[in-house]
């Protein structure tokens, strides 16, 4: 049910805002909407010169869920570039339950968004902001 | 008569289910209503004992089918205060306001102006740009006061001699504002202005007196309404009905057919192409019909006694802010909020542990939350058989994301 969906965890994150802001001179950003519920997510990344990630920031205007994903991404994402962001995705996908598999730390924290489909969206936003971001 | 909110109730079954393990608290009406035993009974008697397609075929059921619709067309019509033959059936609100924008949009010029407001619904946004983008019309906006209603005291100054019509929310989705209609109609005269109402929002909250409105055009959906799915109203006058063409070809709506050309019927059938939502409207005149057997005045005082109730509640939550009338003084039932520190998904969603269905997010009005900046509301809508227990754990729900989600 809905109160399992507000564990400590996804508070947690939610609350840590790891890379919320801006960054003073990005190499990229982009903006993502969910025009469904409304939901927007804006990331900046610095580069290297091999194309991985130096620095991330995100802003999000979004539930706590879309808060939350995004704090777990900028946790993770400095160093990798678009296909380890990709792999990345592939972890969060498995811990909402529409891939078969393992999720791993921090992504695992999204497990109970399993049984809310109408919510996954929010998880995955973020993902689409970087992706945009990175191509 | 009265009001008896119990013996409401028992007429909606789903008020009566535990689903998951919790009650039903449906206070998502402004999104779609629940349906009454009447409206289910009178479509299951015409798909049990009626169905057929409508007005071509000789046969009984055929001549049954044919009789329940252009009946379920004269409760609208009474629903209303208006004839028979100026109810147009479609396929819902937003299709209704797109054949006026499709039809009646043809008989206007380029540089002809439409006016709508900041807190418009997309379905009286979004079908006045693509006319736009289609013919070069003009369109231009009533700004919002403060407390989300639509500044009527802007109208001098934005209504011109090329504004050909006023599209506006008879009650605002978000807000629950209504509209001075009175003060519309006198300001488009001025001008010789058309006026339309999106009545989605007022309709399922008693009957409508059209010509005491003394507007043009109106409309609203059926499942708003306590009615089916995929049934709405355009109601028009009939003068403005003849001289729209069609929008969508097909059968019903012709007069005669050759190779070389057709003529139209008349209105409605030039703007009912195709078989129709038959089971639907026969629905939706039976809950016209539930709706106007109802003691206005009393359920009126009902709904309005539950706004109050929500009201004062959100007011003993620290951080909560309504947007929309802060009072029950030209408001219906329709009551939108935020949490501070809350998303509003994060406060439905916790409000769907308690049972509580709401609506939150932009409410289909992205442009009054630009004009607030806000990302958007949780949404509180209030139907006759509502009651004090749904608005407790209304406010049981928003005190608990309050205290845990923040």
């Known amino acids: 049910m809905s109160d399992e969906l507000y564990q400590t965890r996804i508070v947690a994150l939610a609350k840590s805002k790891t890379g919320a802001g801006k960054l003073a001179a990005p190499t990229k950003s982009a903006r993502r909407d969910n025009p469904l519920c409304g939901d927007r997510v804006t990331i900046d990344v610095t580069l290297d010169d091999t194309g991985h990630i130096a620095e991330i920031a995100h802003q999000v205007r979004g539930c706590l869920l879309c808060q939350a994903s995004a704090a777990a991404l900028a946790s993770i994402a400095v160093g990798r570039d678009a296909g380890g962001i990709a792999e990345l995705r592939h972890d969060a996908e498995r811990a909402v339950g529409r891939e078969a598999g393992t999720a791993h730390e921090p992504f695992d924290a999204f497990a109970p968004v399993a049984a809310h489909k109408s919510r996954q969206e929010c998880v995955l936003l973020p993902f689409e902001a970087l992706k945009d971001a990175l191509s | 008569m009265s009001f008896d909110v119990a013996a409401v109730r028992h007429q909606?079954?789903?008020?009566?289910?535990?689903?998951?393990?919790?009650?039903?608290?449906?206070?998502?009406?402004?999104?779609?209503?629940?349906?009454?035993?009447?409206?289910?009974?009178?479509?299951?008697?015409?798909?049990?004992?009626?169905?057929?397609?409508?007005?071509?075929?000789?046969?009984?059921?055929?001549?049954?089918?044919?009789?329940?619709?252009?009946?379920?067309?004269?409760?609208?019509?009474?629903?209303?205060?208006?004839?028979?033959?100026?109810?147009?059936?479609?396929?819902?609100?937003?299709?209704?306001?797109?054949?006026?924008?499709?039809?009646?949009?043809?008989?206007?010029?380029?540089?002809?102006?439409?006016?709508?407001?900041?807190?418009?619904?997309?379905?009286?946004?979004?079908?006045?740009?693509?006319?736009?983008?289609?013919?070069?019309i003009e369109l231009d906006m009533l700004p919002l006061t403060p407390d989300g209603q639509i500044d009527l005291e802007a109208l001098p100054r934005v209504l011109t001699s090329e504004t050909r019509l006023i599209s506006l929310a008879h009650v605002s989705n978000v807000t629950g504002a209504l509209l001075d209609v009175r003060k519309v109609v006198e300001a488009a005269k001025t001008v010789g202005a058309k006026v339309m109402l999106d009545g989605a929002q007022r309709?399922?909250?008693?009957?409508?007196?059209?010509?005491?409105?003394?507007?043009?055009?109106?409309?609203?959906?059926?499942?708003?309404?306590?009615?089916?799915?995929?049934?709405?109203?355009?109601?028009?006058?009939?003068?403005?009905?003849?001289?729209?063409?069609?929008?969508?070809?097909?059968?019903?709506?012709?007069?005669?057919?050759?190779?070389?050309?057709?003529t139209w019927a008349p209105a409605p059938r030039r703007f009912e192409a195709g078989t129709p939502p038959i089971g639907p409207?026969?629905?939706?005149?039976?809950?016209?019909?539930?709706?106007?057997?109802?003691?206005?005045?009393?359920?009126?005082?009902?709904?309005?006694?539950?706004?109050?109730?929500?009201?004062?509640?959100?007011?003993?939550?620290?951080?909560?802010?309504?947007?929309?009338?802060?009072?029950?003084?030209?408001?219906?039932?329709?009551?939108?909020?935020?949490?501070?520190?809350?998303?509003?998904?994060?406060?439905?969603?916790?409000?769907?542990?308690?049972?509580?269905?709401v609506r939150a997010g932009h409410h289909c009005a992205q442009p009054l939350m630009d004009r607030f900046d806000l990302d958007g509301t949780t949404r509180v809508s209030i139907a006759p058989y509502n009651d004090n227990a749904d608005i407790d754990a209304l406010l049981a729900g928003v005190s608990h994301a309050a205290a845990t989600l923040r």
């Not at chain 2, 003394?214 to 003068?239: C, M, Q, S, T």
């Not at chain 2, 005045?297 to 802010?321: N, S």
């Open chain 2, 12 to 136: 909606f079954p789903i008020l009566f289910k535990i689903i998951d393990g919790r009650p039903v608290h449906y206070l998502d009406n402004g999104a779609s209503a629940q349906t009454p035993l009447a409206v289910l009974d009178a479509v299951r008697s015409y798909e049990t004992t009626g169905r057929a397609n409508v007005l071509r075929g000789v046969h009984r059921l055929a001549e049954r089918a044919t009789e329940l619709y252009e009946n379920a067309r004269a409760d609208v019509a009474r629903f209303l205060g208006v004839q028979p033959m100026e109810i147009v059936f479609t396929g819902g609100c937003t299709a209704a306001i797109n054949l006026v924008a499709s039809s009646y949009g043809q008989l206007l010029k380029r540089g002809d102006r439409i006016l709508i407001s900041e807190l418009e619904h997309h379905s009286n946004i979004v079908p006045w740009q693509l006319l736009r983008q289609r013919s070069g």
């Open chain 2, 203 to 262: 309709a399922p909250h008693g009957p409508v007196d059209l010509g005491a409105l003394g507007i043009d055009f109106y409309v609203f959906a059926g499942h708003k309404a306590y009615g089916p799915n995929g049934i709405g109203v355009l109601w028009a006058r009939p003068e403005l009905l003849d001289a729209m063409p069609p929008f969508m070809g097909g059968g019903s709506m012709i007069g005669r057919v050759t190779l070389a050309e057709t």
């Open chain 2, 281 to 357: 409207a026969i629905g939706l005149g039976a809950a016209c019909n539930w709706m106007a057997a109802l003691d206005w005045t009393a359920t009126h005082d009902h709904e309005m006694g539950l706004v109050q109730r929500v009201l004062d509640g959100l007011q003993k939550i620290d951080g909560t802010q309504i947007l929309g009338p802060a009072s029950l003084q030209n408001r219906y039932p329709v009551v939108s909020f935020m949490l501070d520190g809350v998303h509003p998904h994060d406060v439905a969603q916790t409000l769907d542990s308690f049972g509580v269905a």
